[in-house]
Every structure is written in structure tokens, then in C-alpha cells.
């Protein structure tokens, strides 16, 4: 096959949506008797889901690519001063090692994964588009679907400028396969402006079309849920004062409350709480159970040792010494966010929420586990079909107490030190802590951002915001990493990627 003609398939690998009833392209001509959008609200519903079920992607290793499996973790986590890589030192030292590291280069496997995983959600999302454009819906009902789909986008477009900057702006689907392969569209690398111009675009349109939270069905994405990733992208953007306000409208709407148990949150009674904002949904449906592939597997305890007992994963994303001497005495989310192997040298073993015993630091093979991962393996506590690799473990990505925290940073930017004050303790309060007294602005700011690493720990966000405030280079250089400032900040651009355009995509600097 020539070369050329692979670019098509890479952009666009799964052209029908995953684990949806009907199995016809959105490309393909409507059947005889057999629904579409155009016809049958339930196939257009389905539609949706199925960008939906995009989000689920986790294959790391496999051609439909990652969106939130290892690889996401690693890019995430691990390479954030907040995890070390785990595992043992060789165990998958040329995928996760350098992205921990920083030794990574363009071939990694990982990288591209994310490219492809992300990039087949977003197909999937334009597919959804097309077909719902046309649709003769109603306009309400039509707006609220194309709403979830392009806040879907919007996500993914949001991930992808962080990852890798300029990125390839996509948002139709290509006639033909000539199509793909000519149009300097899918070959050439849009600005970073023009990205988050798509990404602003899609988020609004969102806002606009759907309704509040207590009037959809749980789970699925709300007005709040758009308002609130909108307030995250302005506040990368630096526009404090529209980020500030679509906050107020998100905590001021109702639907929203923190929970009063930190450690709650990451277990399955805590799946979409009065805190939740956006979470991958993960659970049993029809006797199958849908989960993100290995991720909670990926970040289990794993034996090591002498061993003797049934680990629960292959022990990587480790929370780091620097994470653990981040937290203030008396942090009630230290312990809801780390589990701690005994190494006192008595074999007490560490005791889960779940009465599941770890042993001793003997017969383990790393000392520290990510908490918020964990998934019981015990029936009573949590559902588990038996299938290891996809445990139903909802991912958090947006939740109220990241709103209070950007209200706080962009409240404290446009000079109301004393609101974002308030809504600081808010958090401190929960997690057992005293109040911060008045602060100056900058000495506030540095209280903020301290405080987004330990409520929002291990949750996919510490990287991106040390580099969006410019603290990356100091702080992954104190935990020993080998970053190199004005390279790192960015993944490279796949090779593979660039090999199948011909060389029209660019790659970033330094790699």
C-alpha cells in the first residue's frame, strides 16, 4: 500500500463507532427500512454514545490508540513530579522510562498512541456531526446531541495542545481517501491559536445547547460540565475575567456540592457525586464490563519479594518523595491519596478501604501506590465482573473542587484577593486544615497553585499546570528528572505521523 494512502486510515482507523447497536458507517446510504439519525431519535442517541464510548479508548499498544489508558497515564503522571515510573527499573524503560525521564523520543510507542487514540475520537466525533447536521431532529433535541459531541472534541482538542502544541485542526470528514490525502487540512499542523479557537468554539456552542446537570441523565454532559472545562481553557488562555465568571455560573447554578469525604470520591459510591463534573464512565451493561483498559491494573501493587499473595497490578505510577512531602501534617488526603507499603520491618501490611491486606515492603515490589486508581476486587464493596484488565473504575477529569480552585486563581489575578481567599479554605477546610490567613496577591497565587497539586494529586493535571505557569523546568529538574527547558514542555510530534504526510508535519523543537 503506498505510504500516502496509510495517512487516511491513521487519522480516521475506526470509522464506525465502538459498541453501538447499528453497524453502519455514518458514511454509508441509509438502508431500507433501517433507522437513521434523520428518522429515529434513538440511532442519532446512539450516535453519541458511541463518541462517548471513544473515551474509553486504552489501547496503548494497538492501532486504535490511548485516550485514557497507560498511555495518558504516563504522559500525565509519571512525567510529572508527582509520580515516579514504578515497576521494576527495565519494565517498559523505552515506553513509560522516557516519558519519565524526558528521554523520549518520537518513535515511542506511547506517544503514539495518544496521537491516534485522540485523533480517533475525534473522527468519531466529526462523523457524529455530520450525520446530526442533517438530521431532521428537532432543533432542541439536535443541539443537546451536537452539544455532548463537541464538548467530546473540545476535550480531546484540549488534550492534544497540551501534549503536542500545534496540532492538525479537524473538524469534518473527508470525502474520499484522496481527499485525506491532499488536503493540507489532515497533513499540516494548525496554530496553537487556531486549535484553541475550535476548542472556545466547540465549548460555547456547548454551554449554549445543553441543559443543567439534575435535568440529564447521570452521567452525561451538562451545561456545568461545558461552562467549567471553558473556565479551565480560558484560564490557560490567561483570560482570568471570563474564566472567573463562567466559575460563579457553575457554582452558582445549584447543581454542584463538594462531598464531605475526600477519600469517597475515588471509590465506586463516589461515581458521579453532588462534586462530580465530568467523569469517564466506566460499569456494567448487558453482563459486560466496560472499563479503560489496564488502568487500574497499570497503578495496582505488585509482588515482589518474596511474594505469597495475589497482587492487584503491575505496580507503576508510584507517588513520588516529593509528592509525599508536599502535604502539610494532618492532610485527611494524603492517606485517601496514597497507599503506603509497611516497611517498618514488623509485617503489619497495609490494610485498604476494602479489608484487602498488601504485605510488608518483603514481598512488594515498589512503596508506594496510587490510591485514587484502586479498585476493589471485592464484589461486596465495588462491582467486578472478573475481568482484571477493564475494572470499572470511573476516571475523574473535572469535579467542583478544580472549579473553586480556578475560581480562586483567576479571582486572585483580576484582584480580588479576598473572594479567592474564600474559596481556598473551602478546600482546606475539607481536608482537616487550618484557614490560610491574608495573603498578599503573589504570595496567594503561590498558595493556589500549591494547593491544586495536593487536592488535585495523581489526577492528570500537575504537569500541565506547572508548564502553563512556567514552574516545570525548576520543578522537574529538583525531582532529578532530565528536562530541558523550551523542548519538554511538549511531546514530540509521532515519527510515523510525519513519515505518512510526507514530511508536511513538522516536528517540535528540540526532538
Known amino acids: 500500500m503506498n505510504i500516502r494512502h496509510k ?4 487519522f480516521f482507523l475506526s470509522i464506525g463507532l465502538l459498541n453501538i447497536a447499528c453497524k453502519e458507517s455514518f458514511l454509508d446510504l441509509p ?7 434523520d428518522s429515529d431519535a434513538n440511532f442519532a442517541e446512539n450516535l453519541v454514545v458511541g463518541v462517548y464510548n471513544s473515551l474509553l479508548l486504552g489501547e496503548a499498544f494497538g492501532a486504535e490508540g490511548d485516550a485514557h489508558g497507560l498511555g495518558f497515564v504516563s504522559a500525565t503522571n509519571i512525567i510529572s513530579d508527582d509520580a515516579d515510573k514504578g515497576s521494576t527499573a527495565s519494565d517498559q524503560a523505552a515506553t513509560v522510562g522516557q516519558l519519565d525521564q524526558f528521554t523520549v523520543t518520537s518513535s515511542n510507542v506511547f506517544v503514539q498512541s495518544l496521537w491516534s487514540g485522540h485523533y480517533n475520537g475525534i473522527a468519531k466525533a466529526n462523523q457524529a456531526l455530520q450525520a446530526l447536521e442533517k438530521s431532521k431532529l428537532v432543533d432542541a433535541q439536535k443541539n443537546k446531541l451536537m452539544g455532548e459531541v463537541r464538548f467530546i472534541r473540545a476535550y480531546y482538542y484540549f488534550n492534544l495542545v497540551r501534549f ?12 474520499d481517501a484522496n481527499e485525506a490525502n491532499t488536503n493540507p487540512v489532515y497533513q499540516t499542523r494548525a496554530s496553537i491559536e487556531d486549535i484553541y479557537g475550535i476548542i472556545i468554539e466547540d465549548l460555547t456552542f456547548a454551554s449554549n445547547s445543553l441543559p443543567l446537570r439534575l435535568l440529564t441523565q447521570t452521567g452525561r454532559i451538562s451545561k456545568g460540565t461545558a461552562q467549567a472545562l471553558l473556565a479551565k481553557v ?13 466559575c460563579k455560573a457553575v457554582i452558582e447554578s445549584g447543581q454542584y456540592a463538594l462531598i464531605n469525604d475526600y ?3 475515588w471509590r465506586e459510591k463516589g461515581n458521579n457525586s453532588s462534586e462530580s463534573i465530568f467523569e469517564i464512565q466506566t460499569g456494567i451493561f448487558n453482563n459486560t464490563d466496560y472499563g479503560v483498559n489496564s488502568y487500574s491494573m497499570f497503578q495496582g501493587p505488585r509482588v515482589g519479594g518474596k511474594g505469597g499473595w495475589t497482587d492487584l497490578g503491575w505496580g507503576f505510577c508510584n507517588p513520588s518523595e516529593s509528592l509525599v512531602n508536599a502535604y502539610e501534617p494532618n492532610d485527611l488526603r494524603k492517606e485517601a491519596t496514597i497507599i503506603f507499603i509497611d516497611n517498618s520491618g514488623k509485617h503489619k501490611g497495609t490494610i485498604l478501604f ?3 491486606r498488601v504485605p510488608s515492603a518483603d514481598s512488594v515490589e515498589n512503596l508506594r501506590y496510587n490510591y485514587k486508581a484502586y479498585h476493589s476486587e471485592n464484589s461486596q464493596m465495588e462491582s467486578w465482573l472478573g475481568n482484571r484488565d477493564r475494572k470499572q473504575k470511573n476516571i475523574h477529569i473535572l469535579r467542583l473542587a478544580d472549579v473553586y480552585l480556578i475560581y480562586a486563581e483567576s479571582l486572585n489575578e483580576n484582584g480580588n484577593t479576598s473572594l479567592a481567599l474564600t474559596y481556598l479554605n473551602k478546600i482546606r477546610k475539607r481536608a482537616g486544615l487550618n484557614e490560610k490567613p491574608e495573603l498578599s496577591k503573589e504570595l496567594l497565587r503561590e498558595a493556589i497553585w500549591n494547593e491544586r497539586r495536593i487536592e488535585l494529586a495523581m489526577e492528570h493535571d500537575r504537569f500541565f499546570d506547572l508548564v502553563r505557569t512556567g514552574r516545570a523546568a525548576k520543578a522537574m529538574q529538583k525531582a532529578g528528572k532530565k528536562f530541558i527547558e523550551g523542548t519538554h514542555e511538549l511531546l514530540p510530534i509521532p515519527q510515523l505521523q510525519i513519515a505518512l504526510s510526507g514530511g508536511k508535519l513538522t516536528q517540535n523543537k528540540g526532538y
Not at 495517512?7 to 491513521?10: D, G, K, R, S
Open 354 to 356: 476494602d479489608g484487602f
Open 31 to 37: 438502508i431500507e427500512s433501517k433507522p437513521t439519525s
Open 234 to 246: 480560558y484560564l490557560y488562555q490567561k483570560n482570568y475575567l471570563k474564566s472567573a465568571d463562567l
Open 164 to 175: 503536542f502544541g500545534a496540532v492538525p485542526k479537524i473538524t469534518s470528514v473527508p470525502a
Open 7 to 10: 495517512y487516511f486510515i491513521l
Open 263 to 265: 477519600s469517597q470520591i
